[in-house]
């Protein structure tokens, strides 16, 4: 079936760091999703990318869709403590006549002050 | 303010026990879901309810029972039959037409002692 891997699966960096992040298929998707989950607590969308090349920002954060379809890469800039938390990437995926989310395993990034 | 509520957030329970989680959201949203996550996991679907009174199982529906009788309500059951039921689970909730814009709950952390 189709699944999402993520690397790296943790990052350890200091504050005002840049981070790259990237989520890879063996499958096309049509649509790439990233999610952020702070300690304890539901993922939130951030970013929802649509067209194979396009590059999208919200705030510090920037997405690519991979122009073949089968990757996804994350970037924050200036990493700030409150950046902390896991960063799922996410894919639909057809079952039983309905599209349903595939969910990478996540990059658990940790920011020293 | 609109939104998802779970609870509660944290749940014990024996091993042995039937326990029900609480999933309600008054976003008016058609469509549910339940997800399960375990540490350095991605999310995995349990079950999904597009509409009142229809619900369909996910990828990991084995022990566990839902049902949906409202609209904004969409209860977990984890049964005895569940053989490791202690985890983090997470309910979602995302327009028919908009499926993979899915909003999560904050979570409940159930451990079975």
């Known amino acids: 079936g189709q699944q999402l891997n993520q690397s790296p699966q943790s990052m350890f960096i200091q504050e005002g760091e840049d981070v790259s992040m990237n989520c890879t298929s063996s499958?096309?998707?049509?649509?790439w999703l990233w999610y952020k989950q702070d300690p304890g607590e539901g993922p939130v969308l951030l970013i929802a990318l649509y067209k194979a090349g396009e590059l999208t920002s919200n705030g510090r954060l920037t997405a690519q869709f991979g122009i073949t379809r089968k990757d996804s890469f994350l970037n924050i800039s200036a990493s700030i403590p409150s950046d902390v938390g896991i960063y799922f990437c996410a894919g639909p995926r057809s079952q039983g006549g309905s599209e349903k989310l595939v969910f990478g395993k996540g990059t658990k990034l940790t920011v020293n002050p | 303010d609109g939104g998802i509520t779970q609870s509660p957030k944290y749940l014990f329970r024996k091993e042995g026990q039937n326990v029900t989680l609480s999933c309600e959201q008054n976003?008016?949203?058609?469509?549910m879901y339940w997800y399960r996550q375990d540490p350095g996991q991605g999310l995995r679907l349990i079950y999904y309810?597009?509409?009142?009174?229809?619900?369909q199982k996910g990828d990991i529906a084995e022990g566990y029972s839902v049902s949906r009788e409202k609209k904004e309500s969409f209860p977990l059951t984890v049964t005895s039959a569940q053989k490791n039921p202690t985890a983090f689970y997470l309910c979602a909730s995302s327009e028919l037409g908009r499926r993979l814009w899915q909003f999560f709950g904050p979570g409940t952390r159930l451990t079975v002692l």
């Open positions: 499958s096309i998707f049509n649509t």
């Open positions: 309810s597009q509409i009142v009174n229809d619900f």
């Open positions: 976003l008016n949203h058609d469509a």
